[in-house]
């Protein structure tokens, strides 16, 4: 059972590109959601989906688009990557009760 | 709209003591609330929830957690702490008038046992 996967681990893109941050999970969870970690400010989040096809804006939504084709997979697209963006993303899943966390990916934006 | 306060950015304690970290939180419903654990360069790890029941809660690695409506605080305990648990620990809440059941976090709070 691989829980929440999120690829790639590391990323570094210049001012401008864009990008698609990847993450599944394999334990039929509805609910599915990115946040972005920045220190001293917590887990933020960026938008949520409740199920397939279901989406919705969190917290900091501004540069980010997301998709939920599958119950599975719920990538996250950056399109404009800009400085701002530099942090660390995690994904998360979860049915009814306590969120399961991917490991994460450090995006780095010069 | 739910919020979270953790009030202290770290916690200094020395091995053996007890470890509390606190947190207060605001909800327009019922609160479901949730303690979590972060080590350097991981996700974020579940320790122990509280929806509805006992005020105490008891999770993993031996911390527990009490939940008080009266002062909106979900405090995580330890009795005794130990040096391995150093980390970042988050509360976060969940309002249950919130459809959509939003996960809100708090800042974290940075722990730190010493030898």
């Known amino acids: 059972n691989a829980g929440v996967t999120q690829t790639p681990k590391f990323q570094v893109l210049k001012t401008g590109q864009s990008m698609t941050l990847q993450c599944a999970q394999d334990?039929?969870?509805?609910?599915m959601s990115w946040y972005r970690q920045d220190p001293g400010m917590g887990l933020r989040l960026i938008h949520y989906s409740v199920g397939a096809g279901i989406t919705d804006q969190g917290e900091v939504p501004n540069g980010y688009n997301v998709s939920r084709s599958t119950t599975e997979d719920f990538p996250l697209r950056l399109l404009s990557a800009a400085p701002s963006q530099t942090s660390v993303y995690f994904c998360?899943?979860?049915?009814?009760?306590?969120?399961?966390f991917g490991q994460g990916t450090r995006l780095t934006v010069v | 709209a739910q919020s979270v306060a953790q009030p202290e950015d770290q916690v200094n304690v020395a091995e053996g003591n007890p470890l509390t970290v606190k947190c207060t939180y605001s909800v327009s419903g019922n609160p479901y609330l949730f303690w979590y654990v972060q080590y350097p360069n991981r996700g974020l790890q579940f320790l122990l929830k509280y929806i509805t029941g006992d005020n105490l809660v008891k999770g993993s690695y031996g911390f527990e957690a009490e939940f008080n409506k009266s002062q909106t605080s979900f405090h995580l305990k330890k009795p005794s702490a130990l040096v391995s648990d150093s980390a970042l620990y988050f509360c976060a809440v969940r309002d249950s008038t919130d459809s959509w059941g939003k996960l809100q976090f708090g800042a974290g709070t940075q722990v730190v046992v010493t030898p």
């Open positions: 334990m039929n969870h509805e609910y």
């Open positions: 998360a899943s979860r049915r009814d009760g306590e969120a399961f």
